[in-house]
């Protein structure tokens, strides 16, 4: 392996090097043997991930200034990254096992369907950070750590996972971890520390046990070293400011309610199309017969020639033939529009069931 920092600029005489350009010279090089990287990029984006090289077994490490989207998207174990300054969208994304470092904050949805590794940020993140983050039992817990707060719909969906929200230099935040969070968790820990409102009712917030607080200590030195905020070790460890959010289990999730009740008492008053038509807060099943169906088929005899096709191919079993006359049956036809298609001379249409907007 060579030893050697392998240095790229990505902007010579105002001519910007492309991302596959950069990304192609990136695996030529570690195929050559180099593992160390100092990249100053011009928004290229993807770089650091899904970085190797056969049979290496050297860890590599990318130091990165003014990267793209996705910086260590689908990074894999073995990997290091350091980005100097903030990052934009999609940090980590697809994490599989690098330690991400950002010396700054982060765009949209950082560490978004993280399964491994680390994410270390020293400021803030965007919306909808930590979403979809999961766990494989055969690979170690990912985390996600935060310095200071995330923007609203963060943990959208979580299955897995660790994320730590330190809440520092926050005092002026009504929450920490902005709106809406939590939506659909279903799995993983969240660590919180500071103010928290409008958090999803499918998730319950704790007091820290012993284990946590063990792990926290543990890990917040690794954290705080590699950000370089280690002063901040016994400001961030008062552990009576911090709780935990972790999903409900399933029988003590609050009762479902009907789509009428959710429309009639928690969605947008009218609807969200409230201003162009009434909503009659009928819910149809999908498919449906009668009145629900999305389309109707029409029947047009004139070019019929009485083949049965679609007499013999309606899954619904709705067609009906008197005296070379066709219908379909409204309790029984669901619109799916399979008459039409197999008919050899067009007899069949399907209308649509659906009033327009004026």
């Known amino acids: 392996m060579n030893k050697e920092v392998f240095k790229i600029e990505t902007l010579k005489d105002n001519n910007r090097m492309s991302t596959q350009v950069l990304l192609q010279l990136i695996s030529s090089k570690i195929e050559e043997g180099y593992t160390n ?198 400001e961030l460890t008062k552990w009576t400011e911090w709780r935990k959010i972790v999903p409900l289990s399933s029988n003590s999730k609050t009762p479902k309610i009907s789509v009428s009740e959710f429309r009639k008492t928690q969605w947008v008053e009218g609807g969200i199309f409230g201003d162009f038509i009434h909503d009659d807060l009928k819910v149809y099943n999908l498919p449906d017969t009668g009145e629900g169906r999305v389309h109707i088929p029409e029947w047009n005899q004139e070019n019929c020639v009485n083949c049965k096709i679609c007499l013999n191919n309606c899954p619904q079993s709705a067609i009906v033939e008197n005296d070379k006359i066709y219908s379909a049956t409204e309790d029984k036809c669901i619109g799916c529009g399979i008459c039409e298609a197999v008919c050899p001379k067009k007899c069949w249409t399907m209308k649509s069931n659906r009033c327009e907007i004026s």
């Open 37 to 234: 990287f100092e990249i100053d990029a011009c928004g290229q984006h993807n770089i650091g991930g899904s970085s190797w090289a056969k049979n290496r077994d050297e860890e590599l490490v990318f130091k990165l200034k003014n990267p793209g989207q996705r910086v260590g998207a689908m990074a894999l174990e073995g990997t290091t990254i350091y980005v100097e300054g903030s990052a934009p969208a999609d940090v980590g994304w697809l994490n599989s096992g690098a330690k991400i470092i950002v010396d700054g904050d982060c765009g949209d949805t950082a560490s978004h369907c993280a399964a491994g590794g680390k994410i270390y940020v020293s400021g803030r993140v965007g919306t909808r950070s930590g979403a979809l983050m999961k766990h494989d039992p055969k690979f170690e817990i990912p985390e996600f750590w935060v310095l200071k707060n995330t923007g609203s719909f963060g943990f959208e969906f979580m299955g897995g996972g660790i994320a730590v929200i330190c809440g520092y230099d926050c005092d002026n935040l009504t929450s920490v971890l902005g709106s809406r969070s939590c939506v659909g968790m279903v799995g993983g820990t969240i660590y919180v520390r500071g103010p928290i409102e409008d958090i999803a009712d499918c998730v319950d917030v704790q007091n820290l046990n012993e284990e946590d607080i063990e792990f926290l200590s543990s890990g917040m030195k690794d954290f705080l070293s590699s950000i370089k905020k280690d002063a901040l070790y016994s």
